[in-house]
Nanobody, 118 residues
Framework: QVQLVESGGGLVQPGGSLRLSCAAS????????MNWYRQVPGKPRELVAS???????NYPDSVKGRFTISRDNAKNTVYLQMNSLKPEDTATYYC????????????WGQGIQVTVSS
């Protein structure tokens, strides 16, 4: 069982920046795709960034150019750098580890709140 723990959320003004961290309890980045999702009440969870074991990253258009996912393998930590934040970025952000090897295995963090407001 892998545990994921997010940190770094909070309140920020529009145009500001935040960096979220996701610490994994094991060295999994070589075999798991690491993702950041976000969710607002009443809406489906939205993928906002992913990084594959080979280091390929992917972003939806809504955050491309503003969000950057990265990882520190030595610290078993994945980051989400969020710049030029907008009120519509307000959500609960979740870290996810996903792997499909015959069966699907995925793990989720507990979620962390990001609020963008003046």
């Amino acid at each position: 069982q892998v545990q994921l723990v997010e940190s770094g959320g909070g309140l920020v003004q529009p145009g500001g920046s935040l960096r979220l961290s996701c610490a994994a309890s094991a060295s999994i980045f070589s075999i798991y795709i690491m993702n950041w999702y976000r969710q607002v009440p009443g809406k489906p969870r939205e993928l906002v960034a992913s990084i594959t074991p080979s280091g390929t990253t992917n972003y939806p258009d809504s955050v491309k150019g503003r969000f950057t996912i990265s990882r520190d393998n030595a610290k078993n930590t994945v980051y989400l750098q969020m710049n030029s934040l907008k009120p519509e970025d307000t959500a609960t952000y979740y870290c996810n580890a996903f792997r499909r090897f015959g069966v699907i295995t995925d793990y989720w963090g507990q979620g962390i709140q990001v609020t963008v407001s003046s």
